[in-house]
């Protein structure tokens, strides 16, 4: 019962014993006011109990409360560090993951230029293979290989000819030296006053 409750109590009681005085006599207001009175009394040990009870607890609910703040506030500490922790790891993951996207970033780039330059190297290779197919095509380069590998024959022919000829004159200039020896060793022998006696010796 709370003390607002009592003193309401009491201020009743009090009417009440004036009224009992009034209307019933001191006596029966007598016992009438100690009625009241051990009532009152029995009321406010009650609500002195229930006050005590209250406050114990409440102060058990305060020492459980500021307990689990303790609780919370080591929890909310380690998490923070754990969190710091992770968010220092995911920068440092993040700036290598960077430095590393950068770096293929410039890799690729000189692969794009080599790759543009390859492409270049092949469009122009592509169009002189596309002239040459031209060419084929039209007759004009065949027609010249077989022109050139003409005359190439015919100057083996000539070549040939001039060859046999030569070798032609080399004998026969070969023959007429060996002539001129043997006339020179006849006539040799004759100064020396001896016979011939070479069985190519022709009288003159």
């Known amino acids: 019962m709370k003390t607002r409750e009592i003193i309401l109590i009491l201020i009743a009681a ?10 019933s006599g001191e006596e029966a207001a007598n016992e009438r006011a100690a009625k009241i009175s051990k009532e009152a009394n029995e009321a406010r040990q009650k609500s ?22 303790e609780e919370s506030g080591k929890q909310a ?13 995911a920068v440092k ?10 770096d293929e970033a410039g890799k690729a780039a000189v692969k794009a230029t ?19 197919l031209a060419r ?3 007759g004009s380069e065949l027609k010249e290989a077989i022109a050139k590998q003409k005359k190439a024959e015919a100057d083996l ?29 006849r006539l040799r022998e004759q100064a020396k006053g001896t016979d011939n006696v070479s069985p190519n010796y022709r009288a003159l």
């Open 14 to 23: 009090a009417f009440g014993g004036v009224a009992i005085v009034t209307w």
């Open 136 to 138: 084929l095509r039209d």
């Open 77 to 89: 500490a380690a998490l923070l560090a754990q969190t710091k922790e992770a968010a220092d790891k």
């Open 93 to 102: 993951e993040s700036a290598e993951a960077v430095a590393k996207v950068k």
């Open 157 to 185: 022919e000539a070549a040939s000819t001039a060859l046999r000829e030569a070798n032609a004159a080399a004998a026969k200039a070969a023959a007429r030296l060996a002539e001129v020896e043997e006339e020179n060793r």
């Open 114 to 132: 080599e790759l543009e330059k390859a492409k270049a190297a092949a469009d122009a290779r592509v169009n002189e293979l596309t002239a040459e």
């Open 48 to 69: 002195a109990k229930e006050i005590k009870d209250l406050a114990e607890k409440s102060l058990k609910e305060s020492l459980a409360a500021k307990k689990a703040a």
